[in-house]
């Protein structure tokens, strides 16, 4: 059974504070990605990245850098936290590849006080 | 703006009638898909339809594209219960700064029982 697991459910957090969200994919997936998501606004990506130690700006990069040293490991971080990047943040994978489907981990509920 | 946009953006409907929702877009795509989202998770991937299908079936579902129109609609017959969630159209294109998924702002379907 295909699997994206994501570090925290829940996770709460002080403005200025650096933020680390993992995620991890057990599917050999080459494309990674990063969303945050908002009432209202659906998904948004963030960052996204094709391979080990490639990544690129997705439509809202502002605020956040990502890692991806292993191939299936996707890290996005928070420099510094701000209170406008309270969201649900959603990790994906997908095969390279025409169709680019792409397999959801279950979010992360980040709120910045 | 989204280059996906769902309507209608809520709907309520009694276990097994249908439910439809539609979604526009923007520019000349390769696929569009539908994904599903249960309250507070990760999304699941429905169904994927090619820019040179115009209908497409699995199982309850039914999709259909109009490129000229660009425009999509999902049916989801005889509903249940467990049909309650967030639906999604998400559209892809082949990009030279890479391909990528542009999610709409989602449909939220209740089915009562």
């Known amino acids: 059974d295909v699997k994206v697991t994501q570090s925290s459910r829940y996770l709460v957090k002080r403005t200025g504070e650096k933020v680390f969200l993992e995620c991890v994919q057990d599917?050999?997936?080459?494309?990674m990605f990063w969303y945050r998501q908002d009432p209202g606004l659906g998904l948004r990506l963030i960052y996204f990245s094709y391979d080990v130690k490639m990544k690129e700006k997705g439509d809202i990069p502002e605020g956040y850098s990502v890692s991806r040293e292993k191939k299936e490991r996707f890290s996005l971080i928070l420099e510094s936290a701000s209170t406008n990047q309270t969201s649900m943040y959603l990790c994906a994978s997908s095969h390279r590849g025409w169709y680019n489907e792409q397999f959801f981990g279950p979010g992360t509920r980040l709120t910045v006080l | 703006s989204q280059q996906g946009e769902e309507d209608p953006q809520a709907l309520s409907i009694q276990e097994g009638e249908n439910a439809t929702m539609n979604c526009s877009y923007k520019?000349?795509?390769?696929?569009l898909q539908w994904y599903r989202q249960n309250s507070g998770r990760g999304l699941v991937h429905l169904i994927l339809?090619?820019?040179?299908?115009r209908e497409k079936h699995s199982g309850r579902l039914r999709v259909t594209l109009d490129t000229s129109k660009k425009s999509s609609s999902l049916l989801i017959t005889a509903s249940r219960a467990a049909d309650t969630a967030s639906y999604f159209c998400a559209t892809f294109m082949i990009k030279a700064a890479g391909n990528k998924l542009t999610f709409g702002g989602g449909t939220r379907v209740l089915v009562k029982p």
């Open positions: 339809i090619r820019s040179n299908e």
């Open positions: 599917m050999d997936h080459e494309n």
């Open positions: 520019t000349s795509i390769n696929n």
